[in-house]
């Protein structure tokens, strides 16, 4: 799924492991999120948007045809 995640992330100067721990995930997970090779849950898109202060559909584009 395209995503917004590394362009947020960076804007803020925080690094892959920071985001993790704020959002309870691993280095590994959000490193996969945004090179988008896993798709996040439901629960995790609206933590990750709750932590940019922004919508769901700010940071994911499923792109559907």
Known sequence: MNNALRQRRGDV??????LAAAVG????TI???ERERYDPSLELAFKLA?????RVEDLFD????
């Open 31 to 33: 490193n996969a999120i």
């Open 13 to 18: 100067g925080m690094s892959q492991a920071d």
């Open 25 to 28: 995930v691993t280095r590994q």
């Open 50 to 54: 709750a932590h940019f202060d922004c």
């Open 62 to 65: 499923p792109a559907l045809d």
